[in-house]
């Protein structure tokens, strides 16, 4: 079995352990997303959507869908970018480690790295201890990827700033 379908059977169970449906266009949606080699918007994914499935679909069933797949843990949305992808690990297991991502502002490719327990106690008692509370596990960080930096001297330009 592909590892998109095995994803996909997984998210459906989750759906239904949480009392509901991964509905067809639900499905469709995040197939998209894992069958992309990069974050995508709203919009992107409409046009992709046609392409596929040979059917308009509105804007707001879009955000729509997208937001239930949030809600479900299934997709992340990157917030700098205003673009989405799907999580690259779902377990079932309802454990969702605060992660980094790492977007490439050049070709939109995005990486999740979740944090270990360790640096995670100490970000969150960090924050508690500044007299904040956490609103979101997910940190962004803007880069770019080995591919689109290659020739590109980083050093120099991080020592000019």
Avoid: W
Wanted: hydrophobic letters at 35%; one cysteine or more; a positive charge.
């Amino acid at each position: 079995m592909n590892k998109i379908k095995q994803y996909l059977q997984i998210a459906e169970q989750q759906c239904l352990e949480k009392g509901s449906r991964l509905t067809p266009k639900r499905k469709q949606i995040l197939s998209t997303l894992l069958t992309a080699k990069k974050a995508i918007s709203a919009y992107e994914l409409i046009d992709l959507y046609e392409e596929k499935i040979g059917q308009s679909i509105p804007a707001m069933s879009v955000y729509r869908i997208l937001a239930y797949l949030e809600d479900m843990h299934l997709v992340h949305k990157i917030k700098i970018a205003n673009k989405y992808v799907a999580r690259t690990n779902i377990s079932g297991t309802g454990e969702h480690l605060m992660s980094q991502f790492l977007f490439c502002q050049a070709c939109q490719s995005v990486e999740e790295k979740p944090f270990s327990p360790s640096i995670y106690k100490e970000l969150f008692n960090n924050i508690k201890q500044s007299g904040y509370q956490l609103c979101s596990e997910q940190i962004e960080l803007s880069c770019l990827c080995n591919d689109c930096s290659k020739g590109i001297d980083l050093t120099a330009q991080h020592h000019n700033s």
